[in-house]
């Protein structure tokens, strides 16, 4: 089976790391093993990063509900700090003039390709097969944080196109990650585990303690702070690197913005949003 490695500070983001590029390249997590457990060394000398190793298939998803839980467990192993706010000082750097409804179109499409998998997109869902995937997804969530020794409660919320599990409980940053990350990851795999060997598809959202509303409302409130600076300096200013669905709340609250003009640079993971000034 082929594989990649990735490295990073910790077991958790080199996890949440190598699911975003196979997710970005269309392939499909099957194993997770850690190869390097990372270290701090000694006063800073010898210090390790963790290297894991990532399993995956280009087909659909062959991993077990066994095996996904696990990697998500692995993921959580090293202590992991509640999301700190974003970063509010922006980069300055060169003008281009790349052109941004293209740009927002191609953003939006990559925040749908990460929801739901192209071959079961228009796939429409039976309310039968509806609920079979809601049981499924939250059994798997539900024996994941069983195993993870948490005590949680999950909150099931159906519309016709989209399931959503609000997780309450206490101390739950460890689910969040850095900037949501975790929980995106949590989620992809989710999707994976609920939509298998269903006829149809339907999109499952997890969040914790309505941390994805809270994200929204602060990335707006960034957004018009930025796109007012870029007014008063006439400078274009670079933000943090953002998953597709971020950057989408970025392009969509600045879009009527006067003498704004948005777009997103970089390759994933590093892929940003630029807010640029328009005369």
């Known amino acids: 089976m082929e594989f990649i490695d990735v490295s990073a500070k910790t077991i958790e983001d080199a996890i949440v790391q190598g699911v975003a590029q196979l997710n970005s390249e269309g392939r499909e997590l099957a194993e997770t093993e850690v190869i390097t457990q990372p270290s701090g060394g000694f006063l800073g000398i010898g210090r390790k990063p963790a290297v894991?190793?990532?399993?995956?298939?280009?087909?659909?998803?062959?991993?077990?509900?066994?095996?996904?839980?696990?990697?998500?467990?692995?993921?959580?192993?090293?202590?992991?700090?509640?999301?700190?706010?974003?970063?509010?000082?922006?980069?300055?750097?060169?003008?281009?003039?790349?052109?941004?409804?293209?740009?927002q179109a191609a953003d939006s499409e990559e925040a749908f390709d990460e929801e739901a998998p192209k071959a079961k997109r228009s796939r429409e869902v039976s309310k039968e097969d509806q609920a079979e995937i809601a049981e499924k997804g939250k059994q798997f969530l539900e024996d994941m944080f069983k195993q993870m020794g948490l005590t949680v409660f999950i909150e099931k919320m159906t519309t016709p196109d989209k399931i959503t599990f609000q997780v309450h409980g206490d101390e739950l940053g460890i689910l969040i990650g850095k900037h949501g990350q975790t929980l995106d990851a949590i989620q992809y795999l989710t999707n994976l585990v609920a939509n298998k060997e269903v006829a149809g598809h339907c999109h499952v959202v997890v969040d914790v303690e309505n941390y994805r509303s809270r994200r929204e409302e602060t990335l707006v409130n960034l957004a018009k702070r930025l796109a007012s600076k870029v007014r008063r300096n006439r400078q274009k200013v670079s933000l943090e690197p953002m998953n597709a669905f971020e950057r989408k709340i970025i392009h969509t609250a600045l879009q009527g913005e006067r003498n704004i003009v948005t777009d997103s640079e970089g390759v994933e993971p590093y892929r940003h949003v630029v807010i640029s000034y328009k005369r």
Not at 67 to 76: D, M
Not at 79 to 94: L, N
């Open 52 to 103: 894991v190793r990532l399993y995956f298939t280009t087909m659909a998803a062959e991993a077990s509900q066994e095996e996904i839980a696990e990697a998500v467990i692995q993921s959580n192993a090293v202590e992991s700090q509640p999301t700190a706010s974003i970063d509010e000082s922006a980069t300055v750097v060169v003008e281009s003039n790349a052109s941004v409804d293209a740009d």
